[in-house]
């Protein structure tokens, strides 16, 4: 099991910049990979980036790519997500997931692909 919780939203002007943590707990850190999703009102949850086991692959959607990066800390059982020039329309409730099965594979992969959710994290962008 993992346990995955996140931190760091909050409210913040267009063209700045959040940290999103991930803290898991409960599984060595090489044994997941952790992926990003968004969701905003009204609208379905949307895949925003994902990192394997390793750190060594990341993959982000296209509305993301450029401004957001992910990383990991595996000492720390912590995965970041690091979030620049922020839009209004990046306004959401974050959530990070672990992958057990597949974790060595980069890439997109589908909501249901994720075996454990943290409770989310609220992200307002102004304009």
């Known amino acids: 099991q993992v346990q995955l919780i996140e931190s760091g939203g909050g409210l913040v002007q267009a063209g700045g910049s959040l940290r999103l943590s991930c803290a898991a707990s409960?599984?060595?850190?090489?044994?997941?990979?952790v992926g990003w999703f968004r969701q905003a009102p009204g609208k379905e949850r949307e895949f925003v980036g994902r990192?394997?086991?390793?750190?060594?692959?990341?993959f982000y959607a296209a509305s993301v790519k450029d401004r957001f990066t992910i990383s990991r800390d595996n000492f720390k059982n912590t995965v970041y997500l690091q979030m620049n020039n922020l839009k209004p329309e990046d306004t959401a409730v974050y959530y990070c997931?672990?992958?057990?099965?597949?974790?060595?594979?980069?890439?997109?992969?589908?909501?249901?692909?994720?075996?454990?959710w943290g409770q989310g994290t609220q992200v307002t962008v102004s304009s």
């Open positions: 997931a672990a992958d057990v099965r597949a974790y060595y594979r980069g890439g997109y992969r589908p909501d249901s692909d994720y075996d454990y």
């Open positions: 409960g599984r060595a850190a090489n044994n997941y990979a």
């Open positions: 990192i394997t086991w390793s750190g060594v692959s990341t």
